[in-house]
T-cell receptor, first 112, second 113 residues
Framework: GQSLEQPSEVTAVEGAIVQINCTYQ??????LSWYQQHDGGAPTFLSY????GLEETGRFSSFLSRSDSYGYLLLQELQMKDSASYFC?????????????FGSGTRLSIRP | AAGVIQSPRHLIKEKRETATLKCYPI?????VYWYQQGPGQDPQFLIS???????DKGSIPDRFSAQQFSDYHSELNMSSLELGDSALYFC????????????FGPGTRLTVL
């Protein structure tokens, strides 16, 4: 079957660093993306990894290891506004508009 | 900058009624996705379109249908509504040559009574 596994909840302290892991099992793989979603809001794109390695965008970094079917999102210098749900998502095929599967999401809570 | 527009933002229907949700992608974006998201759940892929042609189908019930029109806007038609159809419905668009970044609309909250 197809599945993306993420921790359901993570709690961290303001100013700290947190890592959210994602392991996937899909019929195909053409990249791992990360999305942030605040309560009642729409998902917003954070990052994409098509190849192995680390991608850095400001306070957020994302890593992919295709051989391990594993990736993670790293959030540094946590701020209260980072409290949200984070989803990893896999595109299965290269073709345009191909199906995208989302993980179940990780709810990140930030404490002062 | 222009964003994805969805209408209506909120919709209340009775069981067995019909609903039509509309999505207006970002200008020059040729790909549209529809998702259904229940409370506390991840977005579930329903269907996608590229250049007005259906590309992929996910967990979309037979009671639902969708299409993309010549101006690239898309409509999701839902018939014989059930209580379980109550959810947030998101539309997302993507530009040519972009295989990763989807831009999501604000969503339509459908409540079936």
């Amino acid at each position: 079957g197809q599945s993306l596994e993420q921790p359901s909840e993570v709690t961290a302290v303001e100013g700290a660093i947190v890592q959210i892991n994602c392991t996937y099992q899909t019929s195909g793989f053409y990249g791992l993306s990360w999305y942030q979603q605040h309560d009642g809001g729409a998902p917003t794109f954070l990052s994409y990894n098509g190849l192995d390695g680390l991608e850095e965008t400001g306070r957020f970094s994302s890593f992919l290891s295709r051989s391990d079917s594993y990736g993670y999102l790293l959030l540094q210098e946590l701020q209260m506004k980072d409290s949200a749900s984070y989803f990893c998502a896999v595109r299965e095929r290269r073709s345009s508009a191909s199906k995208i599967i989302f993980g179940s999401g990780t709810r990140l809570s930030i404490r002062p | 900058a222009a964003g994805v527009i969805q209408s209506p933002r909120h919709l209340i229907k009775e069981k067995r009624e019909t609903a039509t949700l509309k999505c207006y992608p970002i200008p020059r974006h040729d790909t549209v996705y529809w998702y259904q998201q229940g409370p506390g759940q991840d977005p579930q892929f329903l269907i996608s379109f590229y250049e007005k042609m259906q590309s992929d189908k996910g967990s979309i019930p037979d009671r639902f249908s969708a299409q993309q029109f010549s101006d690239y806007h898309s409509e999701l038609n839902m018939s014989s509504l059930e209580l379980g159809d109550s959810a947030l419905y998101f539309c997302a668009s993507m530009g040519t040559g972009s295989y990763n970044e989807q831009f999501f609309g604000p969503g339509t909250r459908l409540t079936v009574l």
